[in-house]
Nanobody, 115 residues
Framework: QVQLVESGGGLVQAGGSLRLSCAASGNIFSYNVMAWYRQAPGKQRELVSRITSTGFSNYADSVKGRFTISRDNAKNTVYLQMNSLRPEDTAFYYC?????????WGKGTLVTVSS
């Protein structure tokens, strides 16, 4: 089992920045993938960004150039630095952890961007 604890959400004005963190604990294998998803009201959950334990990362087109994902393997923690935030970035952001074909999810943290 793997447990995920997210932090860093909040209210920010358009153009501002926020940093999300997600710490994983439990039975963690050396190769895994950590990701951030988001779900806005009335919309489906979508992948924002993901990063493997070897450092490979990718991003949704909507956040490229504004968001940066990183991780600290020693702390089993993934970060999402979000810059130039827009009102359409408003959503619940969920941390996800995958290893050996099993997915784990955090409870989510709310990001609200005011115009």
């Amino acid at each position: 089992q793997v447990q995920l604890v997210e932090s860093g959400g909040g209210l920010v004005q358009a153009g501002g920045s926020l940093r999300l963190s997600c710490a994983a604990s439990g039975n963690i294998f050396s190769y895994n993938v950590m990701a951030w998803y988001r779900q806005a009201p009335g919309k489906q959950r979508e992948l924002v960004s993901r990063i493997t334990s070897t450092g490979f990362s990718n991003y949704a087109d909507s956040v490229k150039g504004r968001f940066t994902i990183s991780r600290d393997n020693a702390k089993n923690t993934v970060y999402l630095q979000m810059n130039s935030l827009r009102p359409e970035d408003t959503a619940f952001y969920y941390c996800a952890f995958s290893q050996s074909g099993v997915d784990y999810w955090g409870k989510g943290t709310l990001v609200t961007v005011s115009s």
